[in-house]
């Protein structure tokens, strides 16, 4: 047996090992507004680009430092039309990323960032966060393989439903693999688990919701064919497993299920196209609350290049939201927006985007009221790069939520500063 057989033939196995159990979160619990923010990268460019950027060395361990404050923000909230909680915040942040090659194939990549995040007012929400993981990216002939574990800490929005800042936690673990079968065919796998934890008083909540009924454990896994029939196109098709399990039983809406995925990518000089959709199929796991859900969910997005320094984009994305409220098990939360992107030689660039849609709350009974929150969002964002390694950005975003149930209706506006110092330290 050639050794080219043999290779081909320990490949298939390690891609049929990781698909006994095979991505990303089943569902985000809060998709901020704004759509898609670049084109993706492959893995072997991204991490290229990041070696490259490390600045310092460490024997064979090559180090690329970051710090700034980010979030400089005025925040207010409005919630039935009173002002909840408006205050000024900021974020700083210190921490690096390290880079050790084993070989020419594989690199293991290490990350520590912690931060603290200030608040004016709320002193019970000023606190120190801590963001740490471990990745290992295998690039060889035919097969990637790629294993990370990582715990976030961060402050941001959590669900729509309280469109107010939450410091939350994320502990992952995920395993990705792909294997050139022949040609232009690839299979692939992935296994993610996510367990999802806030830290937040129940106390500093709007209207007494507790955010803790939001904890929960996921498990996704997705396995399938990619073909590739020239760089820059990608069709896939597969299928997915899910299993999500609520820490809270007051508020229980596990769930499982599969569905067929699809997934796309165009990426031409002019245009860009990307889809991920599935046809799920939920049911509540014994003792849930979870009413059964049939549908199709995904995002898809498209961009057109006219000229150097310009782009524009449409996006659109479906999900199911977890809801706070005891009469709704979730939320079918849809967007559809325009983003514009203009840019100056790489050292001045802005984005501009507003978007609108629908939150559509499931009811558990037919006697409970029906709700429906129509969304509308708008923001900009300026970038200036003016000093290598040094990027100062402005944004503001505003999002409004008008519900047919008027003391649910509420907004968040938001504006800010954020600056980064990179591995120039």
């Not at 072997?44 to 090559?62: F, M, S, T």
């Not at 500093?204 to 507790?210: E, H, K, N, S, W």
């Not at 409970?368 to 300026?382: E, F, I, K, N, P």
């Given at each position: 047996?050639?050794t080219?057989s043999l290779?081909r033939?320990?490949?298939?196995?390690?891609?049929?090992v990781?698909?006994?159990r095979?991505?990303?979160a089943?569902f985000?619990?809060y998709?901020?507004?704004g759509?898609?923010?670049?084109?993706?990268?492959s893995r072997?460019?991204?991490?290229?680009?990041?070696?490259?950027e490390?600045?310092?060395?460490l024997?064979?361990?090559?180090?690329?430092p970051?710090a700034?404050?980010?979030d400089?923000?005025?925040?207010?909230?409005l919630f039935g039309g009173?002002?909840?909680?408006?205050?000024?915040?900021?974020?700083?942040f210190?921490?690096?990323?390290?880079?050790l090659s084993?070989g020419?194939?594989?690199?293991w990549?290490?990350?520590?960032?912690?931060?603290?995040?200030?608040?004016?007012r709320r002193a019970?929400?000023?606190r120190?966060n801590?963001?740490y993981?471990?990745?290992?990216?295998?690039?060889?002939?035919?097969?990637f393989?790629?294993f990370?574990?990582s715990?976030?800490e961060?402050?941001?929005?959590?669900?729509?439903e309280?469109?107010?800042l939450?410091n939350?936690?994320?502990d992952?673990?995920q395993?990705?693999?792909e294997?050139q079968l022949?040609g232009a065919i690839?299979?692939?796998?992935?296994?993610?688990?996510?367990?999802q934890?806030n830290?937040?008083?129940?106390?500093?909540?709007?209207?007494?919701?507790?955010?803790?009924?939001l904890?929960?454990?996921?498990?996704?896994?997705?396995?399938?064919?990619?073909w590739?029939?020239?760089p820059?196109?990608?069709?896939g098709?597969g299928?997915?497993?899910?299993?999500?399990?609520?820490?809270?039983?007051a508020g229980?809406n596990?769930?499982?299920?599969?569905a067929?995925v699809?997934e796309?990518?165009i990426d031409r000089?002019?245009v860009?196209?990307?889809?991920?959709?599935?046809?799920?199929?939920l049911r509540a796991?014994?003792?849930?609350r979870?009413?059964s859900?049939?549908?199709?969910?995904?995002s898809?997005s498209a961009?057109?290049?006219p000229r150097r320094?310009?782009?524009?984009?449409?996006?659109g994305n479906?999900?199911?939201?977890?809801?706070?409220t005891?009469?709704?098990?979730?939320l079918?939360?849809?967007?559809?927006?325009?983003a514009?992107?203009?840019?100056?030689?790489g050292i001045?660039s802005?984005?501009?985007?507003v978007?609108?849609?629908?939150?559509?709350?499931?009811?558990f009974s037919?006697?409970t009221?029906?709700?429906?929150?129509?969304?509308r969002?708008?923001?900009?964002v300026?970038?200036?790069?003016?000093v290598?390694?040094?990027?100062?950005?402005?944004?503001?975003?505003?999002?409004?939520?008008?519900s047919?149930?008027?003391?649910?209706?509420?907004?968040?506006?938001?504006?800010?500063?954020t600056?980064?110092l990179?591995?120039n330290l």
């Amino acid at each position: 047996m050639g050794t080219r057989s043999l290779f081909r033939i320990c490949s298939t196995v390690c891609f049929i090992v990781l698909c006994a159990r095979a991505a990303e979160a089943q569902f985000e619990q809060y998709t901020p507004p704004g759509g898609p923010q670049a084109r993706p990268e492959s893995r072997e460019k991204r991490l290229k680009q990041e070696i490259a950027e490390a600045r310092y060395h460490l024997g064979p361990v090559r180090i690329a430092p970051q710090a700034g404050i980010r979030d400089v923000a005025y925040v207010r909230d409005l919630f039935g039309g009173a002002a909840v909680d408006s205050d000024l915040t900021a974020t700083a942040f210190a921490g690096a990323r390290a880079f050790l090659s084993t070989g020419s194939k594989v690199t293991w990549i290490a990350n520590v960032q912690p931060e603290y995040v200030w608040w004016s007012r709320r002193a019970d929400a000023r606190r120190l966060n801590t963001t740490y993981g471990i990745e290992e990216v295998g690039l060889f002939n035919r097969l990637f393989l790629g294993f990370a574990a990582s715990r976030e800490e961060a402050q941001r929005l959590v669900t729509p439903e309280v469109p107010q800042l939450f410091n939350f936690r994320s502990d992952v673990l995920q395993a990705n693999a792909e294997v050139q079968l022949t040609g232009a065919i690839y299979g692939f796998a992935a296994v993610r688990q996510t367990q999802q934890t806030n830290l937040v008083k129940q106390s500093v909540v709007p209207l007494g919701l507790d955010l803790s009924l939001l904890d929960r454990t996921e498990l996704v896994t997705r396995e399938g064919v990619r073909w590739r029939p020239s760089p820059g196109w990608t069709l896939g098709l597969g299928a997915e497993q899910s299993r999500t399990d609520f820490d809270h039983k007051a508020g229980d809406n596990s769930n499982s299920g599969t569905a067929p995925v699809a997934e796309m990518t165009i990426d031409r000089h002019y245009v860009s196209f990307q889809l991920d959709a599935a046809a799920r199929s939920l049911r509540a796991q014994s003792g849930s609350r979870f009413v059964s859900f049939d549908g199709l969910t995904g995002s898809a997005s498209a961009s057109y290049r006219p000229r150097r320094g310009l782009e524009v984009w449409i996006y659109g994305n479906r999900s199911l939201v977890y809801s706070l409220t005891t009469q709704y098990p979730y939320l079918d939360d849809r967007r559809t927006g325009v983003a514009v992107w203009v840019g100056a030689g790489g050292i001045v660039s802005s984005r501009f985007f507003v978007e609108a849609g629908t939150d559509d709350y499931v009811r558990f009974s037919t006697e409970t009221a029906q709700r429906s929150d129509q969304v509308r969002s708008y923001g900009a964002v300026l970038r200036l790069a003016a000093v290598k390694q040094v990027i100062v950005s402005f944004q503001a975003t505003r999002s409004q939520y008008v519900s047919n149930l008027a003391f649910n209706s509420r907004s968040y506006t938001s504006g800010g500063l954020t600056v980064t110092l990179g591995s120039n330290l």
